[in-house]
């Protein structure tokens, strides 16, 4: 059934329509053609987003620059995306065969040989929404095939003298960090996209995505903690954060810290879309008050996921901010800032906040301004189910 009324929390907290609309134009024109874009266009029908910290292009934000095309009815720019990744980041041999390199140089060169799971959900999610947005065309536009496609692979992988590994461990319903790996990542369990796959996707596969669903939220309600609402990075399959040395990386994982940040965004746009909460909506307004009135001087921090602040400051503060605000949809509406409840009036403080950030430039602006987009379109209600 086609959802038919999406939260606009702007409005909730005074803003007009058309402040909302001219904002969101102003945003897409900035993040696509704007002097600080991250989006550039390759040839006559081919197009990249670039990770400006990093100089490359990373599934990550290809299909993220997917998704934001078919929620804003950007037909040429989707398709300009999606050709480059088929392109460039399709693996069509070796043990990979069927996913896409998490990572490429900006002339198309892969700098890796193995996938990243976020990337393949976003594809196969945008890929879905454009079929039924636009319709179906021919070969590589055959949208809805090659969402079918990407997610036969990342169950599949591996069965039937395939090679390679899937992408979700079939036993727990957990997607994994990488294929392969024991630990997944809080901020890549998407329920809100498994329920679409329930429907969807490949007949024989959609029992598998309903339980997904089910178990994602269990799971989020799990990793995030009981008082600061924070999650880690990397964390076990039981939830606690996953402290493992790893062979590749000398880094933590184990903490609030760059890729954390998009769970609570989730969990948000899962509320708005399906309304279930089975206890991970609490970590929103958990995360709202520890970064919002526990360090209400000096929130954008590194952080134990306890809530105990670190020395240095956040890598992205305002990806911090803005998916903390989007977290505003897993508050029962509506906000205000005059509310005599606590929790509503603190979330419209931070969608106000965020209505007052602009979106950052410089070199790591990649990042942030991503989930800026994301933000502002689920908190104006155009993050949309497209049936």
């Known amino acids: 059934m086609q ?6 929390v702007f409005a909730e907290i005074g803003k007009t329509e058309k402040e909302v609309k001219d904002r969101l134009e102003e ?3 900035e993040f696509f053609y704007g002097p600080d874009k991250v989006y550039f266009q390759v040839g006559d029908d081919m197009g990249y987003l670039e990770d400006t910290g990093n100089h490359d292009a990373r599934t990550e934000g290809m299909s993220y620059g997917m998704m934001m095309c078919v929620q804003m009815d950007m037909k040429e720019e989707f398709d300009r995306i999606w050709k480059w990744a088929k392109t460039y980041m399709y693996m069509e041999d070796g043990f990979n065969e069927g996913y896409f ?4 140089a900006v002339d198309g060169k892969k700098n890796a040989h193995g996938p990243a799971p976020d990337g393949e959900e976003f594809f196969a999610m945008a890929l879905f929404f454009a079929s039924h947005r636009w319709g179906d065309g021919e070969g590589i536009f055959n949208y809805s095939h090659e969402a079918k496609e990407i997610l036969r692979a990342v169950l599949h992988k591996g069965e039937n003298g395939r090679q390679g590994c899937p992408m979700w461990n079939h036993e727990n ?8 790996i024991d630990y997944t990542d809080p ?3 998407l329920p809100h996209f498994y329920e679409l796959f329930a429907k969807w996707a490949y007949e024989e596969d959609r029992e598998f995505w309903k339980e997904a669903a089910k ?10 903690h009981p008082v600061s609402g924070m999650n880690a990075e990397y964390a076990e399959f039981d939830g606690s954060p996953m402290s493992r040395k790893l062979p590749w990386t000398k880094d933590r994982h184990d903490w ?9 965004a989730n969990i948000g746009l899962d509320y708005e879309w399906n309304g279930i909460n089975v206890g991970q909506c609490e970590a929103a307004e958990r995360l709202q008050y520890t970064l919002g009135v526990v360090n209400r001087d000096n929130p954008f921090r590194i952080y134990e996921v306890d809530g105990t602040p670190l020395e240095g400051k956040a890598l992205h503060p305002v990806g911090m901010l803005v998916t903390t605000a989007q977290g505003a949809l897993a508050v029962d509406g509506p906000i205000s800032l005059t509310s005599p409840d606590q929790t509503k009036a603190l979330a419209a403080q ?14 790591r602006r990649y990042y942030d301004n991503c989930l800026y987009v994301f933000a502002f379109l689920a908190l104006s209600g155009n993050y949309r189910i497209y049936e």
Do not use: M
């Open 27 to 29: 945003i897409k024109q």
């Open 173 to 180: 319903h957990q997607i994994l960090f990488v294929p392969g």
């Open 256 to 264: 609030f810290y760059s890729d954390a940040y998009r769970t609570v």
């Open 187 to 189: 901020s890549y369990h």
């Open 101 to 104: 390199a998490w990572s490429c």
């Open 350 to 363: 931070w969608v106000s906040r965020f209505w007052k950030e602009p979106l950052r430039k410089g070199d």
């Open 215 to 224: 178990a994602s939220r269990e799971y989020l309600a799990k990793a995030c």
């Open 3 to 8: 959802k038919e009324a999406y939260r606009n």
